[in-house]
């Protein structure tokens, strides 16, 4: 069983890197077109370096795993602006995509919580679609959209999930083929269980990114032994490794928000099944210390007996 782990967005090791600083619509509009647009320009600027800067940083540390940024581009999908965010970087963009081939990285996206399919407003649906085509398009601008994946939830119940996965599988139609192949859907926390999610990835060919941290607050009735060999076969036709989301809840008051760092002991069961079925995975880390969190918890695992640590940030358990 081979592990690789990662962790999302800022490395927090590294001095001012964020790769998501952004500017209003309203302050847009107070600077006025034309020096608004500079101010756009100039922050997705930063935001590009940035992410080089944190990609340089994965490569040092043999980090394999990362997701980006939404938030690269201020406003890009403002129905205001929608402005051509490639053209003007690029260069940035093709150095960004070519570093992550040449490391052989897998990268991904996770669009924000109102990109969803459920509702039963039209303009909710086309928002989605839209903020789903412009993540493509970085991928394309990249040239990394043949093998790099966007990560939603189902949506909302709105009272009735019967009736949402309903609109889920009529809704999904409007994106297009394309995009929707390069989708994958994640477990809910309160909403959709794990084997909720995993019967619409089978019904639309879909990956799960499974979320354990979720699962453990909102688990459903079917065992996870039973549940995680038939993820893994939801991803068997991309020819890579399930992705499995991991953090620890910050208390048990506060069991659903994610603890700094990652407590070993909560997911022992899991990686014990893992190695029971022996699947391979990659590992998102999403504790709050981002990339600290995932160094610390690779040493912690590292220490398992059996494990052994290939490199920065891999390891198997034979």
């Not at 999302?8 to 890197?17: G, N, Q, R, Y």
């Not at 320009?41 to 800067?53: A, G, H, K, Y």
């Not at 399919?117 to 909710?124: E, L, N, R, V």
Request: overall charge neutral; charged content about 25%; glycine content about 6%.
């Amino acid at each position: 069983m081979i592990i690789r782990f990662g962790y999302v967005s800022t490395a927090t090791s590294l001095w001012e890197s964020s790769p998501a600083r952004t500017v209003t619509f309203k302050r847009f509009q107070e600077l006025g077109s034309k020096q608004g647009f500079t101010k756009v320009l100039e922050i997705t600027r930063q935001n590009l370096n940035n992410t080089l800067r944190t990609l340089y940083y994965n490569a040092a540390h043999e980090i394999s795993v990362y997701r980006l940024s939404s938030s690269i581009v201020p406003l890009a999908t403002h129905p205001e602006l929608l402005w051509d965010f490639v053209t003007p970087f690029k260069e940035e963009w093709q150095e960004i995509g070519d570093w992550i081939k040449r490391h052989n990285m897998r990268v991904s996206f996770h669009p924000n919580q109102f990109t969803l399919f459920t509702s039963d407003k039209p303009h909710i649906t086309a928002n989605a679609v839209r903020d789903l085509e412009y993540h493509y398009r970085m991928f394309e601008a990249m040239g990394i959209h043949g093998h790099s994946y966007m990560n939603i939830h189902i949506g909302g119940a709105y009272g009735d999930k019967q009736g949402a996965l309903g609109r889920f599988g009529e809704n999904i139609k409007q994106l297009p083929e394309h995009i929707k192949r390069k989708m994958t859907l994640e477990n809910d926390d309160k909403t959709y269980t794990t084997e909720e999610t995993l019967r619409v990835c089978q019904s639309e060919t879909v990956p799960l990114a499974f979320d354990y941290h979720h699962h453990m607050a909102n688990p459903g009735t079917v065992p996870l032994e039973l549940l995680l060999p038939e993820i893994a076969l939801t991803w068997a036709h991309t020819g890579i490794p399930l992705k499995i989301h991991i953090s620890s809840p910050k208390s048990e008051k506060e069991y659903r928000s994610h603890a700094d760092l990652v407590d070993l002991d909560f997911i022992m069961p899991l990686l014990r099944l893992m190695k029971e079925l022996q699947l391979d995975a990659d590992f998102m880390v999403e504790a709050k210390s981002k990339d600290k969190a995932m160094l610390k918890l690779i040493e912690d695992v590292a220490k398992i007996r059996g494990v052994k640590r290939l490199n920065g940030g891999t390891v198997e358990w034979r």
